[in-house]
């Protein structure tokens, strides 16, 4: 059975998930997977924005992972 594997992930690892709306404004409905999906590419910056902020966010301040350890990470990953 296929699915999202998101929920086992984060069973073992720390992880955030986010929907960002970028459906057209002319009402029509157009699912994913399919040969009329498009977007609202208006929608683009703010998504690029709430991911580099999670970076930045991230490569700052280390993330808290459940042994309750600090995973210390610099601007260059080491």
């Known amino acids: 059975m296929g699915g999202e594997d998101f929920g086992f992930v984060t069973q073992q690892l720390p992880g955030a998930m986010f929907f960002l709306g970028c459906a057209p404004s002319d009402g029509v409905q ?8 498009e977007i609202d590419e208006n929608c683009l910056p703010i998504g690029t924005a709430i991911l580099a902020q999670s970076a930045i966010d991230f490569l700052k301040d280390g993330i808290s992972v459940r042994n309750q350890t600090k995973l210390e990470v610099d601007a260059y990953g080491s």
């Open 30 to 37: 157009r699912d994913l997977h399919t040969p009329i999906f």
